[in-house]
């Protein structure tokens, strides 16, 4: 088990943030994205300048608001600031947190997850660093009409930048989609389509779907978000535990919302024990 942090944060104060959880033991930090807000990206360059052991990245990047080549451009310049220490976190946006100001953009959900699942294909076509076309319904790359000296070099991590995407259970269009992909974080849905509490045996559940199916042979992580703030190291642990035994391979702790004071003094006590 592996232990990160969630939050909000500007440049300047992400580079604080970092360093400070790196030198408190936490296995990673990771970023919001929102339809405008403080761009993650750049946060995350100011704390690959300072860190050299923590893994950085994204909880979550909207695919729909940026286009594919962009995404792996930001993204293979962060790999290689990091040395190869960068997660892409992505999902197809939250539509609640303020879409409605921007109607330019696609809310519809059938075609988000659409182009979530266009935005996974392009990304690791693109990392390969080789000439390929894509005739997807919203996105047209032709890198066979661009010559090989003009690509940029390919991300330090291979086959690609590990992208972790959102799979709700018990929907398999969703876990499908999961399949092509390095992480899961996990959600549930009701027969009536509502988000609902996740239990452990839901997760060991997913697991078991993973396991059997996916035939890609790269690590996979299994990210559950929680909080342990407060608690007291046993209290924690007894929480933690049967997200462990269920197939989690990171606990990320969740400051969204939570103040700069209350962020800095959650990363100071350190990741729960186990």
């Not at 690509?151 to 259970?169: E, L």
């Amino acid at each position: 088990m592996k232990f990160g942090l969630a939050f909000y944060s500007e440049p300047r104060k992400m580079a604080q943030l970092a360093e400070l959880a790196e030198k408190a033991g936490w296995d990673g930090c990771y970023l919001g994205d929102a339809i405008w807000t403080m761009d993650p990206m750049i946060s995350l360059a100011t704390a690959g300048f300072v860190t050299q052991r923590i893994r950085l990245g994204t909880m979550v990047v909207p695919a729909p608001l940026r286009r594919p080549w962009k995404l792996a451009s930001e993204l293979l310049a962060l790999d290689h600031l990091t040395n190869g220490r960068i997660t892409l976190g992505l999902g197809a946006g939250a539509v609640w947190m303020g879409w409605q100001a921007f109607p330019d953009e696609i809310t519809d959900t059938k075609a988000r997850a659409e182009m979530l699942d266009e935005t996974i294909d392009i990304l690791t076509l693109l990392f390969q660093r080789k000439q390929f076309d894509y005739d997807g319904k919203y996105f047209h790359p032709k890198l066979t009409q661009m010559d090989v000296q003009y690509y940029p070099p390919k991300p330090i991590q291979q086959p690609r930048i590990p992208i972790w995407v959102p799979g709700i259970w018990p929907r398999m269009k969703s876990m499908r989609r999961i399949l092509k992909c390095d992480g899961l974080l996990p959600q549930k849905m009701d027969a009536e389509g509502k988000f609902v509490d996740l239990l452990p045996d839901d997760l060991r559940q997913m697991k078991a779907f993973i396991d059997a199916n996916r035939t890609l042979t790269t690590p996979f992580d299994i990210v559950f978000e929680g909080k342990t703030g407060g608690l007291e190291p046993a209290q924690a642990q007894e929480k933690i535990m049967p997200w462990v035994e269920a197939g989690a391979t990171w606990w990320i702790e969740g400051l969204w919302g939570e103040s700069d004071e209350q962020v800095i003094e959650r990363i100071k006590k350190g990741p729960p024990g186990l």
